[in-house]
Nanobody, 126 residues
Framework: QVQLVESGGGLVQAGGSLRLSCTASGPPFSRYHMGWFRQAPGKEREFVGAISWSSTSTRAMTRYADSMKGRFTISRDNAKNTVYLQMNSLKPEDTAAYYC???????????????WGKGTLVTVSS
């Protein structure tokens, strides 16, 4: 069973940047596709982005929700069992709890990942 722990959330001003980290434990990290969801107050959870597994971090494929393209970047470091979410040009509407996810099926990361972290809160002030 994969266990996911997020970190890096906090308060940032609009236009600023923040990098979230997610460290995985359990089965071999490199065999799992990883992703991020978020949930804003009073709203449903929404897909942020995903990164495929790869034997080398540089060959992983990424996919993003349209509203995050160009601002958010997902990367992974297999040696550290960690996936990152770099968020730039943050807006107040990016305020949400951000959840790390994992699944053996890449498509499932956008619909219903099998494994979830407990989340880390990001607050963007105007």
């Amino acid at each position: 069973q994969v266990q996911l722990v997020e970190s890096g959330g906090g308060l940032v001003q609009a236009g600023g940047s923040l990098r979230l980290s997610c460290t995985a434990s359990g089965p071999p990290f490199s065999r799992y596709h990883m992703g991020w969801f978020r949930q804003a107050p009073g709203k449903e959870r929404e897909f942020v982005g995903a990164i495929s597994w790869s034997s080398t971090s540089t060959r992983a494929m990424t996919r993003y929700a349209d509203s995050m393209k160009g601002r958010f970047t997902i990367s992974r470091d297999n040696a550290k069992n960690t996936v990152y979410l770099q968020m730039n040009s943050l807006k107040p509407e990016d305020t949400a709890a951000y959840y790390c996810t994992a699944d053996r099926a890449f498509a499932a990361l956008q619909t219903g990942p099998a494994y979830w972290g407990k989340g880390t809160l990001v607050t963007v002030s105007s």
